[in-house]
């Protein structure tokens, strides 16, 4: 075996091992779980070489090595063995999915607590941007003599509801009414679109009849501006608090952050359809500086994408989390094209 290759074995098994236990690894520990025969010495001294050149540390003078963020980088492009789901882990994950695929948001929010589950991470799930979300339908329906729900379904799949009242008796007719003045107006709009200016435009083309349908088109503002909003489902946070990795000051930096959907969803931005992997402080965010995020894409329709991920220790099961990621990534974009196509 070269020299090179030897070493790159040598960086797989320190860092599997770091994983699977959490203790620094030595070079007795490392003869005993590669599978190709080499002297105790050849190992200290490729570990010597790994360390000098950033792939391996070592946190005590006695103590074995641990891998460095880049030698972590160099096992996760280079180096990892995928691990596909079973059959019935797979069928599992459906099972539990088709459960909540009702509506979008049920669906996200099933995905990251079972995700949370399956990995011990804290999971999240965005939904589709809505900057290209353009509203396919607006109903109304009575829920009682003065009082009405509002509907709103757009293309991405995305149903918000809005309750509104008027100062009258609400009559199927008047309701019926209501739904063709608002959908010859809404109709194929941006959600984005449905401004304040927009709305003004809208009563003063409507005339007296705005002053009828005031609440109901404030109603309409409102689900809209909704719709437009980033939905994030987090699920899992507090299995983070459980890892030795996280001291308290960096607990604390976490949980605010996760707080605030916007920067969670601009964080999960740049992944991709496969799991793209950010490993300690390429999140540039220092209060990850400590764990590692795993992201992947679903596609719902074309230009309709979400994300989930996974935040986790750098010290993670990076083939088993991958895996449970990009299939339940793959199942909640097909389950949302047919909720889409459904509509």
Known sequence: MEPTQRKMKILEAVVEAYIKTGEPVGSKTLCDA??????????????????????????????????????????VDKLMKSVPLTKYEKSR????????????????????????RLTGCAAVAASPSAERAVIRKIRFVQTGGCTAMTVLITSTGSVKTKLFR???????????GFEQTVNDRFDGLLVTGVTPAFMQ??????????????????SVHDVAKDAAAANVAIKGQSNLFTMPELASADGKKVMELLGHSGELAKLLSAAGTKASVMIGSESNNPAFANLSIIASHYTAAPECTGALALIGPVRMDYP??????????????????GLIEAE
């Open 34 to 75: 590669l599978d190709f025969a080499v002297s105790s010495a050849t190992v200290r001294n490729d570990m010597a070489e790994l360390a000098s050149i950033g792939l391996l540390e070592q946190t005590h003078t006695s103590s074995g090595r641990i891998p460095t963020e880049l030698g972590y980088r160099i096992y």
């Open 93 to 116: 994950i459906d099972d539990i999915l088709y459960l909540s695929s009702d509506a979008p948001e049920h669906l996200l929010e099933s995905a990251a607590d079972m995700l949370s």
């Open 166 to 176: 008027c100062d009258f008796m609400i009559t199927p007719e008047v309701l019926e």
């Open 201 to 218: 435009s809208t009563a003063a083309a409507l005339g007296e009849m705005s002053i009828l349908m005031s609440n109901a088109l404030l």
């Open 320 to 337: 088993k989390v991958i895996s449970s990621l990009e299939y339940t990534a793959e199942a909640v974009g097909a389950m949302l094209m």
